[in-house]
């Protein structure tokens, strides 16, 4: 995959995947036309795609403009990329090839947008690539979980929130989505875990059961229902909770949908709403502002760090860092190459990437003033590894 290296490129093209691979970058003809007229009425501002980042997240921050979304979707499309091609090496005996992961990876682009915080992270791609993979991990965790279940355990294991998610994006009005969360709230008091099997084959109630069920449902829908409601039979319980599962189920484990579908060049029936340019307000606001200087600061100072950081290694060090991430051999390799014990070269690895991490961690507690968690590190390790394939990439 050959990087994408101009703004306009950056922010209105799309990887391609074919036979489980990149293929090539698309255009998409709106977003080129938009960044392209934000460039032209934005002589002052920077030239940076972080400044551009910053600037589209803020207009899908405070507008939730899909036009911003789409820019920061096509920016974020090697992180997308990269996740997927790390998640599918990981789990190597999954169902799912690389385009079904970059289709789950781009799927998750608004959940990234939400929980990132410009005011601690000081690059969104950088953020992005420490999270997806984590998003993704969570996803392959519920489908698995969605799809050994019985219906019953399903609704069982389910939080109330991940319930009325599951009802919302469904489509159901909210007079129905009462009703059904009053039925799954009967069955979840009345179905005991005690089925042979373990939790995740629960069976369907028996008749009894469904009984119960029904009659606590229409002691309390006076009382839990805002709305007037007729008395509901077994039948109708039986089929409220079958047809929530089933929500349920399509909210934890969504259909994998081609990524392959080639962009369109007639833009004739597509409209985005341009943001107003004739006010330069945002783009001035963000160039006042101090958080984007001391993202771009910090950004820095962790360059600064690493490098710094990597000239106290070894001269054997550096060069068992140099041969395994800029001329990608393996620990095997390097050890012919370089006529040195297996053990020695794993050590000095694994030393080499402590050191870095632990001066990562160090500085984030020194300049950001963050407590470190177990989670956090993870994401650190992760970062410093791309941090590693980046540098050494560009010695190459």
């Not at 691979?21 to 698309?26: E, H, I, N």
């Not at 980042?53 to 990329?81: G, I, N, V």
């Not at 698995?144 to 998610?165: P, V, Y």
């Not at 001066?359 to 300049?367: C, E, H, I, R, Y």
Request: hydrophobic share 35%; charged share 25%; aromatic share 10%.
């Amino acid at each position: 995959m050959h990087p994408r290296r101009e703004i306009t490129e950056m922010f209105s093209t799309f990887i391609q995947v074919e036979s489980d691979r990149f293929s090539k970058w698309l255009i998409d003809i709106k977003l080129r036309r938009s960044i392209q007229n934000c460039l032209e009425c934005s002589e002052k501002v920077p030239n940076s795609e972080n400044f551009w980042a910053l600037y589209w997240y803020k207009h899908w921050q405070e507008q939730s403009h899909s036009l911003a979304r789409m820019h920061l979707s096509a920016y974020l499309q090697e992180p997308s990329y990269w996740s997927a091609k790390k998640t599918i090496a990981r789990f190597t005996h999954s169902q799912y090839n690389l385009a079904d992961y970059f289709q789950m990876a781009n799927a998750e682009i608004e959940t990234i947008l939400k929980n990132f915080n410009s005011e601690k992270s000081s690059s969104l791609k950088a953020y992005a690539a420490m999270a997806i993979p984590s998003r993704l991990k969570d996803i392959l965790r519920q489908r698995k979980e969605a799809d050994i279940c019985t219906n019953w355990a399903l609704l069982r294991k389910i939080s109330k929130k991940q319930f009325l998610e599951a009802l919302e994006q469904a489509g159901l009005s909210p007079n129905n989505i009462a009703q059904y969360r009053l039925a799954w709230t009967c069955f979840k008091e009345l179905y005991v875990q005690n089925q042979p099997g373990g939790t995740r084959a629960l069976p369907e109630p028996e008749r009894q059961l469904w009984e119960a069920i029904t009659n606590l449902y229409n002691r309390e829908r006076q009382n839990q229902l805002t709305q007037p409601t007729p008395q509901c039979t077994r039948e109708k319980i039986e089929q409220w909770l079958t047809q929530a599962a089933i929500y349920v189920r399509a909210y934890l484990y969504p259909p994998i949908n081609s990524l392959n579908l080639a962009i369109s060049e007639d833009d004739a029936t597509i409209t985005f709403d341009l943001p107003d340019l004739s006010s330069d307000s945002l783009i001035a606001e963000m160039i006042t502002e101090e958080d984007a200087q001391n993202q771009q600061k910090q950004q820095s100072q962790i360059q600064t760090v690493l490098l710094e950081a990597l000239q106290n290694f070894e001269v054997k060090t550096q060069e068992i860092l140099k041969l395994y991430y800029q001329q990608e051999l393996t620990q095997a390799e390097i050890v012919q190459r370089l006529q040195m014990s297996q053990p020695t070269v794993s050590r000095r690895l694994f030393k080499a990437r402590e050191s870095l991490l632990s001066a990562l961690v160090q500085w984030s507690q020194d300049t950001l003033n963050i407590s470190v968690t177990s989670n956090l590190i993870k994401d650190m390790s992760t970062a410093l590894e791309e941090w590693l394939k980046v540098k050494y990439g560009e010695s190459s």
